[in-house]
């Protein structure tokens, strides 16, 4: 049985893991959407299927979903408070987004009163897919600093591990070198109970569970990494470490949500990335398995990769 | 015979009530070493029962067991506490910390510490002073017992 149906058919309540554990690898299962009093879908790619539970019963009821979300906290609701305000767990290296009733107060917003729904983001670790893009992001053995940029689920994250793990084993004609990555969601490292699950490579130091621009910091000043990979470039905070860090000398690779070059060049922070040439390549990636286009930092396409 | 008997009486009260001051005391102290685990940072409950030993922490491990079994958090609590030989009300106080505990905030977390805590002291204060009463019924039974012993010789 693949490593992810192992793990969540012993978390998730029987009814779905009997589901999940007929499931055919070969579909590539990508999330598991769950809702309070309602069937389960199950996306695979593009395409999605609704699955009832007998005489066409809801799957989840808030008891089921309650105890999952318990489960998924080991039981230590108190530990996972900050992940749970922003919306989501990370658990195994799969982020599982929520949803429900927030509760705000003075302070802010202080988490959920009630969850209704759950998104688990079925993980794979593909080796060697960074593999066919490497001789356009690289030159002379060394990584371009590149960004990928893709909608949501298309595997930007997937393609980011293994251009870290290749550059810090050194492989496919790239020098090693030394990575950091600043990792706030444990997704790169799924690195939430302190271990590491993922394959990083040999020569990776990994800063998680802080914001994304302050472990950025953290890293280039005490880690003297070669590389700083960050995955989701989102906020202001998080360019501004970007540019940092690559007028320091360090080669960034990084992700982004959008679908196009123009999507980028409307967002003011890519604007400014871009201009200052933070980024030699940009690899577009369009969904799982298709063709990726990949753009030099003026936007001209330099080559293509699946 | 008498003055065996007096004696024997006298030092099992004494020693029960001391062993049971003792156990809370021990219990406070994991408390604290609980509290610091959650203050230190993002710690799970089982960490923290793994890293440490004592009553309470077992308590602890057995309560997550439990959960883990498919418990419920009450059954869970009642688990936990099964073993445990406090008083009615103490158990009382300890299965309400542990029902709930594994959906607590680290600041409801707190709270329920400093709770349990406060019923431990106050009951511990009792048995502290039931042990000094404890070892003045122990030196007067010996000495009752030294009276007849003089007496009959």
Redesign the interface.
Same mark, same amino acid.
């Given at each position: 049985m693949e490593q992810w149906k192992t793990y969540w058919c012993a978390l998730l309540p029987p009814g779905i893991s009997e589901v999940l554990a007929a499931i055919d690898e070969t579909m590539l299962l990508t999330e598991i959407r769950l809702r309070r009093d309602a069937p389960m879908e199950l996306v695979f790619g593009d395409s999605d299927r609704i699955i009832y539970g007998n005489n066409a019963q809801p799957m989840t009821t808030e008891d089921d979903l309650?105890e999952i979300c @318990?489960r998924l906290? @080991?039981?230590? @609701?108190? @530990?996972w408070?900050n992940e749970r305000r922003d919306g989501f767990l990370t658990v195994h290296g799969c982020r599982v987004g929520l949803s429900g009733r927030m509760y705000r107060t003075d302070r802010g917003v202080l !988490?959920f009163a009630s969850v209704s729904g759950l998104n688990i983001r079925i993980v794979r670790e593909m080796h060697d897919c960074a593999k066919p893009f490497l001789p356009d992001l690289s030159n002379g053995g060394k990584l371009l600093p590149s960004l990928l940029i893709s909608p949501p689920g298309c595997g930007k994250t997937t393609l980011l591990r293994d251009l870290i793990r290749t550059a810090s084993n050194g492989m496919h004609g790239i020098r090693a070198c030394r990575v950091g990555a600043a990792d706030e969601r444990f997704e790169l490292s799924g690195a939430s109970?302190g271990s590491i699950p993922f394959d990083l490579g040999v020569r990776t130091d990994v800063i998680s !569970?802080i914001t994304k621009a302050d472990a950025a910091v953290r890293i280039v000043s005490t880690l003297s990494p070669d590389i700083l990979a960050m995955d989701e470039l989102n906020t202001s905070r998080d360019a501004m470490a970007l540019l940092d860090a690559s007028g320091r000398g360090v080669t960034v690779l990084a992700t982004a949500h959008g679908r196009s070059w123009n999507d980028l060049c409307k967002r003011p922070m890519m604007r400014l990335l871009l201009k200052e040439r933070v980024f030699e390549r940009c690899v577009v990636l369009e969904s799982i398995g298709t063709i990726s286009t990949i753009l030099d930092a003026d936007g001209k396409e330099v080559g293509r990769a699946i | 015979m008498l003055f065996g008997l007096c004696v024997l009486i006298g030092m099992r009260l004494a020693a029960g009530k001391k062993a049971r001051y003792e156990d809370l005391c021990a219990i406070m102290r994991e408390l604290r070493i609980f509290l610091d685990a959650i203050d230190a940072g993002q710690n799970s409950l089982t960490l923290i029962a793994e890293r440490n030993q004592g009553i309470w922490f077992t308590m602890l491990k057995t309560y997550l067991q439990a959960r883990s079994a498919g418990q419920s958090e009450t059954e869970a609590a009642e688990t936990a506490i099964e073993a445990w030989s406090g008083t009615m009300e103490e158990k009382t106080a300890m299965q309400s910390f542990f029902n709930g505990l594994s959906t607590s905030s680290a600041t409801a977390l707190r709270q329920r510490v400093r709770t349990l805590n406060t019923l431990l002291e106050e009951t511990s204060k009792e048995a502290a002073e039931t042990a000094k009463q404890a070892k003045t019924i122990r030196i007067v039974s010996v000495l009752i017992g030294a009276g007849i012993g003089i007496l009959l010789l």
């Open positions: 309650r @318990a906290q @080991a039981y230590s @609701a108190f @530990a408070e !988490g109970d !569970g | -």
